[in-house]
């Protein structure tokens, strides 16, 4: 197979230096977080889960929090800080209800232990996903995904992300003809995806590419139950969150990306206008601002109009990707459709990355070149772990330099496109 980087090779041990200086920002960044697990997960965004769980079991809508909801999890449930707001569907809140029983501190060290055990799996699934089914290895790679930034941060903020990873690594088996009981236990997992997030839905895409015109209806009446079954049951919350929460706060996003909106209009955005930003710092608890002036200023329109011409174009290449590899690696096309997706929604904040990393392991099993641009990638996710700190650089500088998550993204989406194009055994590539 041809190289798809036409450069002289550089040593062996360089490579192992960059990736060690890269794993060693993601483990470092990570021992600097392990605070925030004790006296229990001080896990922000589980707090919303977890109000929004209290929210459908009194039959209240979480859009927004109603005071009265807030001062009986403060008073009965432990529950000392106001949840951010519930931006997951109200399936996702109704399917959580079961984790009501407990009061926060304990259900969130539940929430923990669960988040864990599907880290393991999917890094089990993974490893054999990179050609690697010795338990040694598979024991001591554990780490790295352990510690990889954006997953870590799922972990911290009791975000549903882990979920996510493991819903796209499970349709990526069934794209390879797996028993129908696994396919709806996949789709059933999809369907939750969906409702902690929405842009998973656009992942089932692969199997009208597939033409698994079947796999695509059940995934869809699936879906489609779901959601009209939640909004029977609690038809103002469902109302609330659809036609009033979910379009204000997509807006809100879009008009005033923050420094960790990794979209492409996010990023084109901060480098394109001047602003004020407020973010945290090193300490969570500790809040920064910076103005960034530019010596530019492109109108919120242009930007949009530029954000979707690169994704466009972007878009028609990935494609073009999919259709010269003519589905001998059905996974593949899956990884970067997923990436893909990461790039066109407002507020796609960091955590969200935890999708990289079975496009990681998959370039990984490439071999050659594909290697060099899983370890690029893999250093430019540890970099964007230091997202505030590069925040506090002056203009230009720190808002390119908040921009190194999408930078990860992007890589891997060339990386996957070449590697696509260029399969020619399935057998090596699936």
């Not at 392991?361 to 290697?371: I, N």
Request: glycine share 8%; with cysteine.
């Amino acid at each position: 197979m041809r190289e798809m980087i036409p450069t002289r090779p550089l040593r062996w041990w360089l490579w192992l230096a960059g990736f060690a200086g890269a794993a060693s920002i993601h483990l470092g960044t990570a021992l600097l977080r392990l605070n925030s697990f004790f006296p229990f997960p001080q896990a922000l965004d589980f707090s919303s889960y977890y109000a929004g769980a209290w929210s459908a079991r009194l039959g209240l809508s979480p859009y927004p929090w109603p005071e009265e909801l807030l001062k009986f999890l403060a008073q009965t449930q432990s529950l000392a800080f106001t949840p951010p707001p519930h931006n997951s569907s109200p399936l996702w809140a109704w399917l959580l209800q079961p984790i009501t029983l407990l009061p926060f501190p304990a259900a969130a060290t539940l929430w923990l232990f669960l988040l864990l055990i599907i880290v393991v799996c999917c890094h089990v699934g993974m490893t054999r996903l990179a050609g690697y089914t010795n338990w040694k290895i598979i024991a001591l790679t554990l780490p790295i995904t352990l510690t990889f930034g954006p997953l870590f941060l799922n972990l911290t903020l009791g975000q549903g992300g882990v979920f996510l990873l493991l819903s796209v690594l499970l349709l990526g088996e069934i794209l390879k003809d797996r028993p129908w009981y696994l396919e709806i236990s996949t789709l059933v997992m999809w369907v939750i995806a969906c409702g902690i997030k929405i842009y998973p839905v656009l992942w089932i895409g692969c199997f009208l590419l597939f033409k698994r015109w079947h796999t695509f209806i059940i995934a869809g009446v699936l879906c489609v139950t779901a959601f009209g079954l939640v909004a029977l049951e609690e038809p103002k919350t469902n109302a609330d969150y659809w036609f009033n929460f979910l379009p204000n706060q997509t807006r809100e996003f879009a008009d005033g990306a923050g420094v960790d909106d990794q979209s492409l209009n996010g990023f084109l955005s901060r480098v394109g206008t001047s602003n004020h930003y407020t973010f945290p710092g090193v300490d969570v608890h500790e809040s920064r601002e910076v103005t960034w002036v530019l010596p530019w200023n492109f109108s919120a329109q242009s930007i949009r109009y530029l954000s979707f011409g690169l994704i466009s174009l972007l878009g028609v290449g990935v494609v073009f990707s999919w259709v010269r590899n003519n589905s001998q690696a059905p996974q593949g096309v899956l990884y970067s459709l997923a990436l893909f997706s990461l790039l066109l929604f407002p507020h796609m904040e960091r955590y969200n990355h935890i999708l990289a990393l079975p496009a990681l392991f998959w370039l990984w099993k490439q071999k050659g070149s594909y290697r060099h641009l899983a370890i690029i990638a893999y250093g430019l996710f540890g970099l964007s772990r230091l997202n505030h700190l590069w925040a506090l650089l002056p203009s230009p500088l720190g808002p390119l330099a908040t921009g190194f998550g999408l930078l990860g993204v992007l890589t891997l989406i060339v990386g996957l496109s070449f590697a696509l194009v260029h399969s020619k055994n399935p057998l090596q590539t699936t």
